[in-house]
């Protein structure tokens, strides 16, 4: 079965970082544009960053901007969203997703999540 598997989620403390990783399992990234949403309880779901799959132009929240950084390694057919200077507000569980571009209002393709706990 195809499918998006992430992967590095943790608990961390105010100010550390994180590596979230993308791989696909029996289906190629290199196809797609590789997006990270998070969702928090009671709040909506939030598109956190994009990857466009050809010519590798990025996107970002404001609420990220300058903290995390999106990537993409075809080769390994995983992408990345390095997070650093993490706080509280980070805490949600993040999903990748994919489909034909970053200006898809709505991803075709998604992963189970992993939970990312920033500790004040």
């Known amino acids: 079965q195809a499918q998006l598997v992430e992967s590095g989620g943790g608990l961390v403390q105010t100010g550390g970082s994180l590596r979230l990783s993308c791989t696909g399992s029996?289906?190629?990234?290199?196809?797609?544009?590789i997006a990270w949403f998070r969702q928090a309880p009671g709040k909506e779901r939030e598109r956190v960053s994009c990857?466009?799959?050809?010519?590798?132009?990025?996107s970002y929240a404001d609420s990220v901007k300058g903290r995390f950084a999106i990537s993409r390694d075809n080769a390994k057919n995983t992408a990345y969203l390095q997070m650093d200077t993490l706080g509280p507000e980070d805490t949600a569980v993040y999903y990748c997703?994919?489909?034909?571009?970053?200006?898809?209002?709505?991803?075709?393709?998604w992963g189970q999540g992993t939970q990312v706990t920033v500790s004040s």
């Open positions: 997703a994919a489909d034909s571009s970053c200006q898809e209002d709505t991803f075709d393709y």
């Open positions: 029996r289906f190629d990234l290199s196809y797609y544009a």
């Open positions: 990857i466009n799959k050809r010519d590798g132009i990025t």
